[in-house]
T-cell receptor
Framework: SQQGEEDPQALSIQEGENATMNCSYK?????LQWYRQNSGRGLVHLIL?????REKHSGRLRVTLDTSKKSSSLLITASRAADTASYFC???????????FGTGTRLTIIP | NAGVTQTPKFQVLKTGQSMTLQCAQD?????MYWYRQDPGMGLRLIYY???????DKGEVPNGYNVSRLNKREFSLRLESAAPSQTSVYFC?????????????FGPGTRLTVT
């Protein structure tokens, strides 16, 4: 399997704290994407970072990419109860529109 | 604009029964995908269609068939269901281009095979 790994598998933090999730992958990528999945729902796209980018921001989200280590991290700042969800990274290779998803991090925000 | 819709939402089958999962998108996307999601496994690609009239196998195609009926619709068929096919199935679509390959997902079909 070419699936990436995410770390940690589960994370519980207090509301207002920052949450950091990590993703490792195995092959060269064109871009890496992060998705959120609320319980019982489909995935929703959060942010995309290209292989020539090192950091990207979107609202309270910050994504970094280190292609030399084949890893990415997602930081959610000032967490809210509504951020409780599973978060998945997904890699897209070159010349191929398919995505390969990681195993996900289950984030719980404690009010 | 409904995005990606899937039917049914839930289904229980007996081993050996067949069924078709339906997916439709109204975003005029060229590419469509079928995934399955099992606990601790993330999403795994079953089949995908880069355009109307074309389909290709993904990571886990065995036991499934697909039809890209037209640009809007992409169906997944289980000819003889097995307990190992108990899973949540997601359909997704995207419009490939130089700027983005963001995928849009349907709400999922929860399938149990007994």
């Amino acid at each position: 399997s070419q699936q990436g790994e995410e770390d940690p598998q589960a994370l519980s933090i207090q509301e207002g704290e920052n949450a950091t999730m990590n993703c490792s992958y195995k092959t060269s990528i064109n871009n890496l994407q992060w998705y959120r999945q609320n319980s019982g729902r489909g995935l929703v796209h959060l942010i995309l970072i290209r292989s020539n980018e090192r950091e990207k921001h979107s609202g309270r989200l910050r994504v970094t990419l280190d292609t030399s280590k084949k890893s990415s991290s997602l930081l959610i700042t000032a967490s809210r109860a509504a951020d409780t969800a599973s978060y998945f990274c997904a890699q897209q290779g070159f010349g191929n529109e398919k995505l390969t998803f990681g195993t996900g991090t289950r984030l719980t925000i404690i009010p | 604009n409904a995005g990606v819709t899937q039917t049914p939402k839930f289904q229980v089958l007996k081993t050996g029964q067949s069924m078709t999962l339906q997916c439709a998108q109204d975003m005029n996307h060229n590419s469509m995908y079928w995934y399955r999601q099992d606990p601790g496994m993330g999403l795994r690609l079953i089949y995908y269609s880069a355009s109307e009239g074309t389909t290709d196998k993904g990571e886990v195609p065995n036991g499934y068939n697909v039809s890209r009926l037209n640009k809007r619709e992409f169906s997944l068929r289980l000819e003889s269901a097995a307990p190992s096919q108990t899973s949540v199935y997601f359909c997704a679509s995207t419009q490939p281009g130089p700027r983005s390959y963001e995928q849009y997902f349907g709400p999922g079909t929860r399938l149990t095979v007994t």
